[in-house]
């Protein structure tokens, strides 16, 4: 069963103040008790909610997962196939990570086994979705609608392009020296990754990126 949010109740401010606490310090370093007085209330109280901090990180992980996995199922319903599918939930990928840093944040510290998850479980969560996108990516490619590649392979590749850009966000900002959060950045970014990825995988496909 999803973890119940309703906006506006202890319980969802709760996950909200812990999302950022645990994106920001990680699981170790995060307190109950700031996440606590974030809230305006005493631990006693947010223990009453979560009884356990490992507790309330799963919670807010799969809170998140949950709303992610949601709007890519919307993403792939209807429509035509090829890169028109492909395009829409990539689309959607970039819309919501640009409205949920923190979410790249702690996902990233997930991927890299510093949280309670672990990588392993994490990716029982995320495995049928990316074996779904694979057998997409192969039935286009046995098509002729896409170029050859290896389809996992490739998978990792659009998601390194989609989210290192927004987890390393403060190295991006040094080296191309504006706000890389920006709308504009962000459109620009955008349109850069669609268009290097069309061009990668539609045939007939002239890049408009010059």
């Known amino acids: 069963m999803a973890p119940q949010r309703q906006p506006g109740t202890t319980r969802a401010l709760i996950l909200a103040a812990a999302l950022q606490r645990f994106a920001d310090e990680g699981f170790a370093s995060a307190s109950l008790t700031d996440i606590a007085s974030d809230v305006g209330i005493k631990r006693p109280s947010l223990l009453h909610h979560f009884p356990s901090k490992e507790a309330l990180y799963r919670e807010v992980l799969i809170a998140e997962l949950v709303d992610w996995t949601s709007l890519v199922n919307v993403a792939i319903v209807g429509g035509s196939g090829g890169w028109e599918k492909a395009e829409r939930v990539l689309v959607a990928a970039f819309e919501y990570f640009e409205a949920h840093p923190a979410f790249i944040r702690l996902t990233r510290r997930e991927a890299l086994g510093s949280g309670p998850m672990l990588s ?30 290896d389809a996992a392979q490739f998978l990792l590749t659009g ?52």
Not at 123 to 139: I, K
Not at 184 to 208: F, I, K
Request: aromatic share 8%.
């Open 159 to 210: 998601y390194g392009a989609v989210l290192s850009y927004l987890s390393d966000a403060p190295l991006a900002a040094k080296l191309l020296g504006i706000d890389p959060l920006s709308p504009e950045a962000l459109a620009a970014r955008r349109r850069h990754v669609l268009d290097l990825l069309r061009g990668a995988l539609d045939p007939e496909y002239q890049s408009q990126d010059n």
């Open 120 to 149: 392993e479980e994490l990716g029982e969560v995320l495995r049928p979705m990316f074996d779904s996108a694979v057998d997409f990516l192969e039935r286009e490619m046995d098509a002729g609608r896409f170029r050859r590649y």
